[in-house]
């Protein structure tokens, strides 16, 4: 029982975190929405930042499954269009961890030292699929410019939820704000791309 009201907890606070932003959530209403006391809630997290800590690590979990995404220079139009679906629905799926992380802050080193090498596994994921669309002539672009747009397309990636609030008041992503994302980062090299690889990626890299 113990550990389904554990899950309760996970379930309702992420949706409420994503819905409404971290800071505006109380454990108050994440214990009414789960139907619980506020006390009960205590004894499984007794912080909100010992959810976002849990979120992190499910967060990460997932993100395993994505960097495990083969490509060679025959496979990598479908390689690179099924890592950008994933690597959105991880933005879709834990919104506030990408939107909110000026307002929750640091949560541990064990944690900031696992985000970092996930930022160094994508980035190096990234160039290796430009370098693949190279030599199967999807792509023309000096190799110089690889490292820069892997860097480039993270950050658009990355920090899209919190682009969108900044500048938008948007705080709760929908089907077209996470679509203007993907394109968004498409923008930055699709020039570069074949107009055959254009349209596959147009059939096939949108949520």
């Given amino acids: 029982m113990a550990s389904k009201t554990k899950d309760r907890i996970l379930v309702a606070s992420l949706r409420l975190f994503n819905e409404n932003g971290y800071d505006t959530v109380t454990t108050a209403r994440i214990s009414e929405e789960v139907g619980i006391s506020e006390g009960n809630l205590w004894y499984h997290f007794r912080t909100k930042k010992d959810l976002v800590k849990a979120h992190q690590y499910a967060l990460i979990r997932d993100i395993d499954s994505r960097l495990a995404i083969k490509s060679t220079p025959e496979t990598v139009l479908d390689a690179y269009a099924l890592f950008n679906r994933k690597v959105?629905?991880?933005?879709?799926?834990?919104?506030?961890?990408?939107?909110?992380?000026?307002?929750?802050?640091r949560t541990s080193p064990e944690l900031e030292g696992k985000v970092h090498r996930v930022y160094e596994h994508t980035t190096a994921m990234l160039q290796k699929m430009f370098r693949h669309?190279?030599?199967?002539?999807?792509?023309?672009?000096?190799?110089?410019?690889?490292?820069?747009?892997?860097?480039?397309?993270?950050?658009?990636?990355?920090?899209?939820?919190?682009?969108?609030?900044?500048?938008?008041?948007?705080?709760?992503?929908?089907?077209?704000?996470?679509?203007?994302?993907?394109?968004?980062?498409?923008?930055?090299?699709?020039?570069?791309?074949?107009?055959?690889?254009?349209?596959?990626?147009?059939?096939?890299?949108?949520?």
């Fill in 88 to 105: 959105f629905e991880e933005v879709w799926q834990y919104q506030f961890l990408y939107r909110d992380q000026a307002e929750f802050g």
């Fill in 133 to 207: 669309m190279i030599e199967a002539k999807h792509l023309s672009m000096p190799d110089d410019d690889l490292a820069p747009l892997a860097d480039n397309v993270w950050m658009v990636i990355r920090y899209w939820p919190s682009f969108l609030r900044e500048t938008r008041h948007v705080v709760k992503l929908d089907r077209m704000t996470l679509n203007a994302g993907i394109r968004h980062h498409f923008a930055l090299f699709e020039t570069h791309l074949t107009t055959n690889a254009r349209s596959y990626f147009a059939a096939h890299a949108y949520a």
